[in-house]
Each structure stands twice: as structure tokens, then as C-alpha cells.
């Protein structure tokens, strides 16, 4: 228990004093709890750009391969007189353009049985047993009716076994006289999945075939094709058919340039919310001597300027003194306004897209032409031109332009990869059989802008000590960590120091008690002593 004391002699205000002292004692701890608030506020303006710069990955990702670039909408028209829908087509980015014309003769179904049985009540007791022998593809599976069982217990009972089927229990009747029935349907379409059902020879139970299995048949240009499924996802790369009901048309599948568009401003609106955080984070108002969180961070300082030169910049790897090829996003009608906002021109967008497709595709995806076969590169990757030779039967590549170092390629299956830790990390490329020693064809790789910003991003919120705002948040939690333990010990300083000066304040008021009772001492020794003399 601590000392308390006001000045009972001294006439001080000793505990407000003591306030005062330990409130100028206090400043540090004062300052170190400030600085462990900004890191908060820090932490929290890091995890705001982290979850900025992801949704920009993923943005980007829809748009840095040429698989993910490409968009194809498939459209189907019916020469069904009653204009009924034939089927229904979902594209996919790898599909190609083309048109097919397509004549359904036939869905595929699933076999499909009911009960006889005139059964008025589905929970009363059938009043037999045995077992049910269901056959489907040629695989048996027995089915056991007990002895008090009811029509929803033998639903129930086909349900859990293995048997790739579903039971139902439907009325038939009327809710005044009911008749249910038992439906069994396969689990799956097509003549291979034919079911048979056996019933036991004791069993009330009688089944009856409603609907065989049977496969779809159609003809594509003429060609006989044969489905188990009326979802057809094998015949057309990348392309699903939904057949629907029978007859003809034509399907027609072409380049889907709104959905390009569409990805592209998500690209650029996701860019945009990054860009615009930074620029808050790096504003000072000198008038309120106000400024970001992150004021003069070099990371977000590194952040903004690679994902602004990725952007603005030429496409790494695409010569842009070449004034007939497309080489930065500005000349398709994607630049910066003068807030820095990344905008896009519809119309010059659909233009490009249109007049020059594949060069367009590659201001945003890697790409290769030249002695080998591009297979795919990543953001790791130098784009430029590249002399190429064989030596020592290994592939090697030489940067035009560059230090002059020859780079090798681990080959494999006819594939060559680049090193990791080189600049052609992240490079496929399909050679075959290396032939013998001696240069070859130059070499062109580009990698593109969305493949460029998806690798920036990945790299910026890794969760590793490679990631940049991973390093951030650990530098601001090893802080924190300091202040917490530095606070501790000057709050224990200043739990001493209070007791101290509690107890000096104890001392001055018993040392002026002493006084104050020598001082009552002398006078009295004075007053006797002066009616001594009277």
C-alpha cells in the first residue's frame, strides 16, 4: 500500500504536487505511447495498400496471358421453327472463332423407374421384406427392405447405400386420395448408365421402367457424335454446349471485345484506387501541418514508381523507337490524365482491338517470336532481343545490347526453361531436338504490362521476408515491441519514483512535526525563565 500525505504542517497540497512532479516524470512514457500509435495508424495504412494491391493482382491476372487475355462469346441461332432454343453455348478464353453448324436429334436422359403400387399412405408399414437388386452399369447393389418398413424408410434406405442413384416419393393422387409412388432416377445420363431393378419375389413392391438411358446424338458439320451428357464440354475446345431439346442451328463464336474492355477497366480502376491511396499517404498541407501516414515512405515511394513505369512505360522487350509497332498502352487509348488517373479511350481501345489484335494482346501479356517457339515468360523475366546459340549441346541466350554474358537454359522434353536468379527466370520456350553447336536466330521476348503489375504486386504482399509490406509490417512490429518493453521499465522507474517522493514528503512533515514540537519546547523554557527575572 503506498504512502498518502498531505501537508498537515506544512500547509502544502503535497498530493497535487506529487501529480505534477510524476506528470513531468511521465513525458517519455508520454512520447513512447505516441510513437506506438503512429505505428498503429502505419499498420493500418500497410494493410490498406496490401488489400489495395491484391485486388490489383487479380485484376491483372485476367489480362496477363494470352489464355486469359482472349475473350470469345459463342452465340447460337435456331433454324427450329417455333424459334425455341436448341441449346445454349458458354465460351471459354481459350476458345477459337469459328461457326459450326449443329443438328441435335437426340437428349441424353437417365433411367428412371416407379412403383405400381396403389399406396395411400408413405409412412404406413408395406407389410414386406427382402431386397432390392438395383443394377446400374452392370454393378449390383442389393437394397434391404425390413419387416415394419414404410415407402419413405425404402426411399430413405436408397438414398444411403452406394448405389449411383436418387430416390423420391411423389403422390400421384389427390391430397383427399393419395397414391405415392417410388421414383428411382440414375445419377447419371447416357446408355452406359442403364439401371435395372429386381425386385424380391416376397415384396408388395412392383417397379416399372418410365425412361431408359440413353446417350445424345448430334451432328457437328456433318460429323456424328455420340454424348453420354447433354453438357457437351469435349467437343469444342474450351467450349460448353447445353443441349436442350431437339433440332438445328449454328453456333458462331467470336471475339468478345466488350469483355476485354470490361477487364481492362477493372485493371485500371483497381490501379487507380492504389494510386490514389499513395497520393493521400504522400500529401502535406503546410497550412494544418498535416501529412499521410506513410509521408516519404521509400517502399510506397518504390511501390508508386514501379507500378507508374509498368504502366506508362514502354512494354519491356517491345522496341519502341519503332514508331510502326505497338509498344506502350498510350498509343491503343490507355494513358494517365493530369491527376494521374489511368483512363481509357473506348473507342481507340476497340480500334486497336480490332485492326491489331495480337499486338495489342501483347502490350498486356508476355510474348516471343524468333529462333524458338514462345511458350510463356513471367514478370521475372528481361524482356528485349536476345542472340541465341547452342554450345556444348545447351541453349544459350545472349542479351542484345547487354553486358554480354551468354545465359543458359535448362532443357528437358524439348522444352527450355530459364535459371532462376538470371534474367530469363520465368522463360519457356519449345525447342526440340537442340541441334549441333553454333549461333543461331535471334530471340525476341516481351512480357507485357498486366503480366509486369501482377508480378509487382505479388512481390510487394508476400508473405515472406521477400515481400516488401511484409518487411514494413515486421520492422513497425519490432518497434512496437522495443516501445512495449521500454515503456514497462519506465512505468516500474516511475512507481519507485512516486514512492520516493511520497516518502520525502512523509519526512519534511515529521522533521516540521520535530521542529514544531522544539519550538513549543523553547518557548516555554523562555516563559519560565522570564518569570524568573519578574
Sequence with gaps: MGLSVDGLLSGLDTTSIIAQLMALERRPVQLKELEQATLADKRTAWQEINTKLLALETASQKLNTAGEFNSYSGVFSSNNSSGGSVLSVTAGSNASQGSYDIVVSQLATAEKYVTTNSISDNTADLGTSGTIRINVGGTDYDITVASGDSLNDVKTAVNASAAPVNATVINAGTSTSPDYKLVITGDSSGSANAVTITEPVDTSLVFSNTQDAQDATLTLDGISITKDSNSVTDLIADVTLSLETIGSGTVTFSTDYSGIIAN???????????????????????????????????????????????????????????????????????????????????????????????????????????????????????????????????????????????????????????????????????????????????????????????????????????????????????????????????????????????????????????????????????????????
Design 264 to 534: 481492362v477497366q477493372s485493371f485500371a480502376d483497381a490501379y487507380n484506387e492504389v494510386m490514389d491511396y499513395i497520393k493521400k499517404e504522400f500529401t502535406y498541407n503546410p497550412d494544418l501541418n498535416e501529412k499521410g501516414t506513410l509521408f516519404g515512405n521509400n517502399s510506397l515511394r518504390t511501390i508508386q514508381n514501379q507500378l507508374r513505369t509498368a504502366v506508362t512505360g514502354s512494354v519491356s522487350g517491345i522496341d519502341s523507337s519503332d514508331s510502326s509497332k505497338l509498344a506502350f498502352l498510350s498509343q491503343v487509348g490507355i494513358k494517365t490524365d493530369e491527376l494521374g488517373q489511368l483512363v481509357i479511350d473506348q473507342s481507340t481501345f476497340t480500334d486497336a482491338l480490332k485492326d491489331r489484335f495480337t499486338e495489342t494482346r501483347a502490350l498486356f501479356t508476355p510474348s516471343g517470336s524468333g529462333a524458338y517457339t514462345f511458350v510463356s515468360a513471367t514478370g521475372s523475366t528481361q524482356g528485349g532481343t536476345y542472340n541465341t546459340q547452342i554450345s556444348g549441346g545447351v541453349l544459350q541466350l545472349q542479351l542484345v545490347g547487354g553486358d554480354g554474358t551468354w545465359l543458359s537454359l535448362d532443357t528437358s522434353s524439348g522444352y527450355a526453361t530459364g535459371q532462376t536468379g538470371t534474367a530469363l527466370e520465368g522463360l519457356i520456350l519449345e525447342v526440340g531436338a537442340l541441334g549441333a553447336d553454333g549461333s543461331g536466330a535471334q530471340m525476341r521476348i516481351a512480357v507485357g504490362a498486366a503480366e509486369q503489375v501482377s508480378f509487382f504486386t505479388a512481390t510487394f504482399t508476400e508473405y515472406s521476408d521477400s515481400g516488401l509490406i511484409f518487411n514494413e509490417n515486421d520492422s513497425i512490429d519490432k518497434r512496437d515491441k522495443e516501445l512495449r518493453k521500454q515503456i514497462d521499465d519506465l512505468e516500474v522507474r516511475l512507481a519507485k519514483k512516486e514512492e520516493d517522493l511520497k516518502s520525502k514528503f512523509v519526512n519534511l512533515e515529521v522533521l516540521l512535526a520535530k521542529l514544531t514540537s522544539q519550538q513549543s519546547y523553547l518557548d516555554s523554557q523562555l516563559s519560565n525563565l522570564s518569570k524568573g527575572w519578574g
